[in-house]
């Protein structure tokens, strides 16, 4: 089973920036789907973004709430999937989860949180004053 483990989170002040990274325990380049979901205190888990496998060309996705300002890369020699971060508004405080399936590509993937097979233990991100 693949591990995938999260790190960069942290407290961060409006309109500051973070990194977030995502690194697998081996490939991924056979997994259709590499996404970010988050959750928010008292809410439910929810899709962020997410980059394609090699057979969709690793198109990146992203839900209405953060285009724009976050960016979702890969570099599959290290085996590691990053988000990128900026302008961040406390409304994007969360626990960030990276997941991945080798079945369900991005389009479906971002809406279907459950469906996603592998999932890391989650960074927590502060977005506050």
């Known amino acids: 089973q693949l591990q995938l483990v999260e790190s960069g989170g942290g407290l961060v002040q409006p309109g500051g920036s973070l990194r977030l990274s995502c690194a697998a325990s081996h490939s991924t380049l056979d997994y259709s789907s590499i996404a970010w979901f988050r959750q928010a205190p008292g809410k439910e888990r929810e899709g962020v973004s997410c980059i394609d496998g090699t057979g969709d060309g690793f198109r990146t996705h992203y839900v209405e709430a953060v285009r724009g300002r976050f960016t979702i890369s890969r570099d599959d020699t290290k085996n590691t999937v990053w988000l990128q971060m900026n302008n961040l508004m406390p409304e994007d405080t969360a626990i960030y989860y990276c997941?991945?399936?080798?079945?369900?590509?991005?389009?479906?993937?971002?809406?279907?949180?459950?469906?996603?097979?592998?999932w890391g233990k989650g960074t927590l991100i502060t977005v506050s004053s």
């Open positions: 997941a991945a399936d080798r079945i369900y590509t991005c389009n479906y993937a971002l809406t279907k949180p459950d469906a996603m097979h592998d």
